[in-house]
């Protein structure tokens, strides 16, 4: 299980901040916490994971202040199809960096269920709850290759966006959207 964590230090609107792995060789360079020497980058410059056949979560972290009036966009590439012992977990924001200590924030799941679907979740005080889901099959790939928007306004509506046409893409399809609060 992969897991990454942005973590608030506050609440400002109109922030901008944009992680390019191709500016940061090598990776031990730069702020992020966690499981560090399980990351690297590649040779076309993207974080990759590089604890392979490990039975156990990666994480890593990196605080951030943003929370509402916001944007989140990554591509994921998945050499193999996510399962509910195999997948990756992204915390949008969470009160705590260890994804056991969170009582509050906002994840994407990327598989980890038995449907292979695309979930956007928060917790709540320690409570989980799934509040967008994809079509059932929508990650019933061999390889997943996506572009994943998340997008929340300031009155904490979330939409969860997916583009699966090409990985490096812009044509989002809507997944749902919802309120969290």
């Known amino acids: 299980i992969l897991l990454f964590l942005l973590i608030p230090v506050g609440c400002f609107a109109q922030l901008t901040w944009q992680e390019d792995f191709e500016q ?3 990776f031990s360079s730069t702020h992020w916490n966690g499981d560090t020497s399980h990351f690297s980058i590649d040779t076309a410059g993207f974080l990759q994971l590089d604890a392979l056949h490990s039975n156990s979560s990666k994480i890593l972290s990196k605080s951030s202040t943003i929370r509402f009036n916001a944007s989140w966009e990554f591509s994921i590439r998945l050499l193999f199809n996510p399962s509910s012992s195999n997948y990756t977990k992204v915390f949008l924001w969470a009160d705590a960096e260890k994804p056991n200590d969170v009582r509050n924030g906002v994840f994407i799941n990327i598989g980890g269920n038995s449907d292979d679907r695309l979930e ?3 917790i709540n005080n320690g409570t ?3 509040l967008i889901q994809s079509p059932i099959d929508l990650l019933d790939e061999n390889r997943i290759e996506a572009r994943i928007k998340v ?4 009155q904490q509506v979330y939409s969860l966006q997916i583009d699966t046409s090409n990985w490096k893409g812009n044509q989002f399809q809507n997944v749902g959207t919802a309120i969290f609060n």
């Not at 997008?151 to 300031?154: E, I, L, R, T």
């Open 120 to 122: 956007f979740g928060a």
């Open 24 to 26: 940061t060789l090598p």
């Open 151 to 154: 997008m929340v306004d300031s």
């Open 128 to 130: 989980s709850s799934i």
